[in-house]
C-alpha cells in the first residue's frame, strides 16, 4: 500500500493524463478542420501517448494495492486564432504536467517512497522528452511556417510512428 497523499495525487495525475489526451485530440481536430492532415496524426499520436501514461499509473495503483478513483474531465478550450495556437498551449501545458510530476516525486521523497520515486524516474525522462519535443514544433513553425514550408512540415509530421512506452508491459 501507498501513502493516502501518494494515492491521492497519483489518482489526480490519472485524470490529468487523460485530460492531456483529450486536450491533444482537440488539437488534432483542430489542425484536421485546418487540412494540416499532418499535424492532425502527431497529435492523434502524442493522445494515443497520453492515454498510456494515464495506464501505466492506474496499473501502478492497482499493482500497489490502492483503489483507483477516476475523475472527471473538463472539455478543452479549442478556440484557437491560428495554427501555431495550439503548439504554443501545448508547451504550456506540457510545463503544467511536468510540474504537476515534480509534485508527486517531491512528496514521494519526503515520505521516504522510493518505490513511487522510482516509478516516476521514467516519467520525468519523459517530459524532458515532451518539453523539447513541444518546443521544437514552436520554433519549426515560427521558423518555416511560410505555405510550402508548412507543407513540408505537414508532411514530416504525417511520418510519426506510434510506440508504446518502454516501461509497459505487452498485454
Ligand atoms: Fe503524459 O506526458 Fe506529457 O503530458
Known sequence: MLDQRITDLLNEQVAKEFYSA?????????YE???????????EIQAQEERDH????????HDAGCTVTLGTLAAPDVQFVDNLAPLQAGYD????????????????????????????DWFVGEQAEEEMNASKLISDMKLFGDSRGLYELDREYSARA???????VAP
Open 33 to 43: 478542420e485546418a487540412g494540416l492532415k499532418g499535424y492532425a496524426h502527431w497529435y
Open 93 to 120: 501545458h506540457e510545463l503544467y504536467i511536468t510540474a504537476s510530476i515534480n509534485d508527486i516525486y517531491a512528496t514521494a521523497v519526503e515520505l521516504h517512497d522510493f518505490r513511487t520515486m522510482q516509478f516516476l
Open 54 to 61: 494515464a495506464l501505466l499509473i492506474r496499473r501502478y495503483l
Open 162 to 168: 506510434y510506440a508504446a512506452p518502454s516501461i509497459m
Open 22 to 30: 483529450y486536450l491533444y485530440l482537440a488539437f488534432s481536430d483542430h
